[in-house]
């Protein structure tokens, strides 16, 4: 198993920035391992304790060996006897849930993804499209049913797995015309209420699709060590028993409008003739909830950081949800420099893609510094974090995209010209390479020219 230390070097190759979030995210799932490594260890003990006095005395097979007397080594230390010991399927280590805070486009989801890459137990990702049973969408059952697929549906490696689970501010509670207070809120209140069982421990039936075809044969589970099997007299053949008290729930979401619920909270006011009264400019930004886009430009740095438990009850959730997820983790917004790096610097970059993206048709394609430069400070105004910067390189690519495929057009230069919509993209045809580096080492020079020293 890789350390904290180990997994957050792993995850700075694919995300930028985001250090607090790393840290974490890593330690929850190393703690993870080492809680079921324990788990484990405590139910095979309990077995092989129970093994000699639960053997039938009656069966033929056990006859030579039940009614042996077994002394102990007189020069063996006597066991502890443990008369508190707990005989039941409660986990040795309690677990710690991590709620996941942060705007859109800033890495909560890719977080997630790149985890799973490098972990050995089974991670499922659900977009949150639930609501409560009986209603148009998906049962919570469906988090573990997904999780039981990720374990090739062996619900011994299950139970040991790792949920994740995004968009969860859509799940709060809906005051007002349509909410809790007129309608039935069948995505808010009930959808928490079964979360809440669910990730504080219970055992949760799920049908398998396609019966028994879908029961694992063979395979890693046949290696693992024994485990309490929930599934031995189940209802039906084509039916898994999943106990959720070692499965890890790691819940995400931008919840946008949180930060106006810290800035009220945090803003104390009062009278007299020395109070500090707010301008009207600043009462109109606490009256108004962010965009759904949050713009990278941060006013008050660090404003999701300040968060606390009665926050988020304000928010719309209700206290027992809030209480069984310890571990909080926010995420900034992407700022220029981040946003370069995220175009350049990390694996699958987006200029690494769009460059064997043309690469594919015989074409090669630079893009300046200046260009580059142009690219992050758009998508720093138009909001959105990275996911802005596809957007912004679909829309500028768009005319190469189209022209290129099939024509003589072998380079493809972008300034910081073509970015801002002064110029058409530069093209160069089959062997005048030397041509289209000249250009790109001149705007290059002009660059550095311009760049203060």
Sequence with gaps: MATPRQLVRYLDEYVIGQENAKKVLSVAVFNHYNRVRANLSMMQDEEAEQGWDNLPSEDPRYAAVAPASIHPHPYRMPLPSMPLRSRHAFPLF??????????????KT???KTLARVLDVPFSIHELKISQAGYVGDDVDMCIQRLLQAANWDPQRASMGIVYIDEVDKIAKKNGPGGTEGNRDVAGEGVQQALLRMMEGSVVTVQAKGGAEASPIGGESRSRP??????????????????????????????????????????????????????????????????FFTPNKRSIPNV??????????????????????????????????????????????????????????????????????EICHKAAERGGGARGLRG????????????????????????DAVVRGEESPLYWRKGEAP??????????EKRSSRAPS
Excluded: C
């Design 435 to 444: 041509a289209f580096w000249a250009a790109w080492a001149e705007e290059e």
């Design 94 to 107: 309690e677990k710690s849930n991590v709620l996941v805070i942060g705007p859109t486009g800033s890495g």
């Design 110 to 112: 890719l977080l997630a």
């Design 304 to 373: 999701l950081d300040h968060v606390e438990p009665s926050d988020l009850v304000k928010y719309g959730f209700i206290p027992e949800f809030i209480s069984r997820l310890p571990s909080l983790a926010t995420l900034a917004p992407l700022t220029p420099e981040d946003l370069r790096r995220v175009l350049t610097e990390v694996r699958g970059s987006l200029v690494s893609q769009y460059t064997a993206l043309f690469g594919y048709s015989g074409v090669e394609i630079r893009f300046t510094g200046s260009a580059l430069d």
């Design 226 to 291: 024994p485990h309490r099997n929930l599934n031995v007299g189940g209802p039906r053949p084509d039916s898994y028993s999943i106990d959720t008290s070692n499965v890890l729930f790691i819940l995400s979401g931008a919840f946008v409008g949180l930060d106006t619920v810290i800035k009220r909270r945090v803003s104390k006011g009062s009278i007299g003739f020395t109070a500090n009264l707010a301008s009207k400019s600043e009462d109109d930004e606490v009256n108004s909830f962010m965009p």
């Design 392 to 415: 912004i390189m679909e829309s500028l690519l768009l005319e190469p995209m189209y022209e290129v495929p099939g024509s003589t057009v072998r380079h493809v230069l972008i300034t």
